[in-house]
């Protein structure tokens, strides 16, 4: 089989910003790289950008953090495959000496489990460091497998990857239980702010949230999401830094929150399924891409920290383009036309 050439497939790319960002992971000011072939996106979430500068910045807060892979097993009948788990589930540091035979970096934090007939999945939660972990977990979940089919003869081999995990699809478990970085960005907005920049005011900010947002994604049976457009931002922020655009799927799966307060608008945007990191492919050596390397440090995500800080700085960026998106979204279509004209202005 003939092997081809690999090329690049170029993107229209630009820094919008900067933007305000304040936390326990970020405490700056910084440019967001965004990759994307809809080009309303970089003056809207510059929009929100500067809005949320002037208000002081966004306070992003880091929930909780974990890559996960599921497997599947199988054995004789329902009360075998309790027995199996009851005994695997506390044996944890033992599957851990075995997890560290294939990574410097994986560390097995949890496990959960659903039996469905004779049928046993296994749902691992790892921390993996600067890299996003695809490969890691599931490297570790094969050693882990061996490891217990060893263990339990009564168990047998049915899949690596049982869609408990779960990858690249939107469900219930990933909001849940976590996949990923859990970032929570948070702004208030004072009103005259809000009436000067955006056009609009908290109230009906708000108000729309509730009509779209909530009930109108509840009316489609959205899936553990209540947001306007998560996924443009993301998708424009992963191929700007060399992320599996594929997340996207569970990446957008967050919550819009906003209140009137004290006359006041409190705006947060919720994203427990933010995977992303700083290492891995795409990122670095022979196939790494010049723009991916020159982005990750133009954000700050190339220094020299502990494991796992750089891809905690990244996750926490990315939620705060998230936020300024959806922001500057949310006040456009609170005015009549005003979201078509944008895409007339800058489309057409």
Not at 125 to 150: R, Y
Not at 195 to 222: C, Q, S
Request: glycine share 8%; with cysteine.
């Amino acid at each position: 089989m003939s092997q081809h050439k690999i090329t690049q497939a170029p993107i229209p790319m630009r820094l919008v910003g900067p933007v305000r960002i304040v936390g326990d992971v970020v405490d700056d000011s910084v440019m967001l790289p965004l990759a994307t072939y809809e080009t309303p996106l970089w003056p809207s979430v510059g929009r929100g950008a500067r809005v949320a500068t002037l208000a002081g910045g966004i306070k992003a807060t880091l929930i909780d953090e974990r890559m996960t892979r599921s497997i599947l097993l199988e054995a004789a009948d329902a009360s075998k495959a309790l027995a199996a788990w009851q005994s695997i589930s506390s044996r944890i540091d033992e599957m851990n000496m075995v997890v560290r035979e294939s990574s410097r970096f994986a560390n097995l934090i949890n496990l959960h489990n659903q039996i469905v007939g004779n049928m046993l999945y296994i749902r691992l939660e790892f921390t993996t460091g600067d890299a996003s972990g695809h490969n890691m977990v599931t490297l570790a979940a094969e050693k882990l497998q061996d490891w217990i089919l060893g263990e339990y003869p009564e168990l047998k081999y049915t899949s690596i990857s049982a869609n408990f995990c779960t990858d690249k699809k939107a469900t219930a478990v990933n909001g849940i239980l976590g996949r990923g970085k859990n970032v929570v960005c948070e702004l208030l907005i004072p009103r005259e702010l809000c009436e000067r920049r955006l056009k609009t005011t908290p109230e009906a900010v708000v108000d729309l949230n509730i009509k779209k947002n909530l009930i109108g994604t509840m009316l489609a049976g959205g899936i553990r999401s209540a947001n306007a457009h998560f996924a443009n931002m993301l998708l424009a922020f992963y191929l700007a830094t060399g992320q599996d655009a594929a997340n996207i799927v569970e990446g957008s799966q967050g919550i819009v929150h906003a209140e009137v307060r004290n006359g006041d608008l409190y705006f947060s945007v919720s994203l427990p399924n933010l995977i992303v990191g700083t290492v891995g492919n795409g990122k670095g050596g022979s196939e790494g891409l010049d723009f991916v390397d020159e982005n990750l440090r133009l954000i700050g995500c190339r220094e020299e920290r502990a494991p796992g800080e750089n891809a905690r700085r990244l996750a926490v960026i990315c939620a705060a383009s998230v936020l300024c998106g959806e922001l500057s979204l949310l006040a456009a279509q609170t005015n009549p036309g005003e979201l078509m004209a944008a895409h007339v202005k800058f489309e057409r």
